[in-house]
């Protein structure tokens, strides 16, 4: 009784998932109506999916990887994806400030190495005309230019293509903080609730059952599962798919500082102070469509073999490594719809989560009050 009255007491919304896009759905709904009963329920101790495992690229758009997607013929659903990673860096700042998340603002760079000269020749041919393109769509000047590679000691002839609007962050400073906020607005977090199954209660609300035994009785459900939404949502166009990230011993005189991407975005690595975090490579294997964590050996070379061959000339050891769940599907826009009179789903982020996941949670939260 007591843990009923406290505890698994109703909501008016339950958020499934304490990612960032439930966690900022759940403080969209507080600042929506200070009255409304949230709670998110979690199915991991501590939030257990790409929001805390991600790279912490606060970007919006390598040359290639844009130039790919507005070939692929999806011009207006780039643009608006586009439109949503700007606006949404900006708008995660409503809710926890550059410093909290140690956003630094060292810039995004695309690496194009010696066998990608006719890549390079395209993306940096059409440059102007995107600069021009974001001009009119972000309202930013000049956002691509070149750099030279071997200022970060980057070995290809190539140049770099800069975006000096993108940034870095510490993802697990970012969640704490939304953690934070949340508490503070007086949202109930519960860890451990594995959301089991969802049945219709008295028609007018619905129970979730967790794997525990608890339940919670709602009025209306988010799904914020990103890529586990298939377990209770296995209707939408949902694949899971892993990617591997790992951190190398301390270099020094590193002069890698920034966020990079190669082969559109497929591989991607930063500086973490001192270190490389280095991930991806999912394309060049056949064992990543998988929904469970874990690394392997495959991957792990490749990325060592290309940090060595581009990046560091000697020989250096990881010291840190785990993988993380993205989502994909036939689009890489996000799905946010209502799914009937009391269940919204907003996942689906693609590797972009981390810059859109605030407008995802902000419009699952408007779905769930309309
Ligand atoms: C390795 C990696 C690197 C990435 N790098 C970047 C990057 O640099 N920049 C970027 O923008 N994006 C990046 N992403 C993508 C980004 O992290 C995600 O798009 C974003 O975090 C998704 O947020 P979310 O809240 O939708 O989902 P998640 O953070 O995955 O949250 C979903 C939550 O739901 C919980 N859950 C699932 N099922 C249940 C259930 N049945 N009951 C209860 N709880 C449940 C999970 O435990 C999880 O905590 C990366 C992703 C990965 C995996």
Request: charged share 20%.
């Amino acid at each position: 009784m007591w843990e009923q009255e406290v505890f698994y007491q109703e909501a008016d919304v339950v958020i499934i998932g304490a990612g960032i896009v439930g966690l900022t759905a759940a403080l969209n709904l507080k600042a929506m109506d200070p009255a409304l009963r949230v709670c998110i329920l979690e199915k991991g101790h501590i939030p257990t999916g790409a929001s805390t495992r991600n790279a912490g690229f606060a970007c919006f758009g390598s040359m290639s990887e844009l130039m790919q997607d507005m070939g692929d013929g999806h011009r207006a659903e780039v643009l608006e994806t586009l439109q949503m990673r700007y606006n949404g860096l900006l708008e995660m700042r409503r809710w926890v400030s550059p410093v909290k998340c140690q956003y630094e603002p060292l810039g995004g760079y695309e690496i194009f190495t010696s066998d990608q000269q006719a890549l390079f020749s395209s993306c940096s041919a059409e440059m102007a005309d995107y600069n021009g393109l974001l001009k009119d769509l972000l309202g930013i000047s000049d956002t691509y230019s070149l750099r030279d590679a071997s200022a970060f000691g980057i070995r290809t002839e190539l140049p770099l293509i800069y975006n000096q609007y993108e940034g870095q962050l510490h993802p697990g400073r970012l969640v704490t903080e939304l953690i934070a906020k949340a508490s503070q607005a007086g949202i109930r977090i519960l860890y451990g609730m594995h959301v089991a199954s969802i049945q219709e209660d008295a028609g007018t609300k619905v129970r979730l059952s967790c794997e525990n035994g608890a339940s919670v009785l709602c009025s209306q459900i988010i799904h914020a599962t990103n890529a586990f939404s298939n377990q209770l949502l296995g209707t939408e166009d949902v694949t899971p798919v892993r990617n591997q990230v790992y951190v190398t011993e301390k270099i020094e005189g590193l002069k890698l500082k920034g966020c990079f991407h190669y082969d559109q975005g497929y591989i991607y690595l930063r500086n973490v102070n001192d270190r490389i975090l280095i991930g991806g490579a999912r394309n060049q294997v056949t064992t990543e469509g998988v929904e469970t964590f874990g690394t392997t050996e495959e991957v792990k070379q490749i990325l060592q073999a290309f940090l060595e061959k581009y990046i560091i000339d000697h020989k250096v050891d990881f010291e840190a490594e785990w993988s993380g769940i993205i989502a994909t599907g036939t689009s890489k826009k996000p799905i946010i719809k209502r799914i009937d009179q009391h269940q919204i789903a907003a996942c689906r982020l693609g590797g972009m989560g981390v810059a859109i996941g605030s407008i995802v949670g902000r419009e699952a939260a408007s779905l769930a009050l309309s």
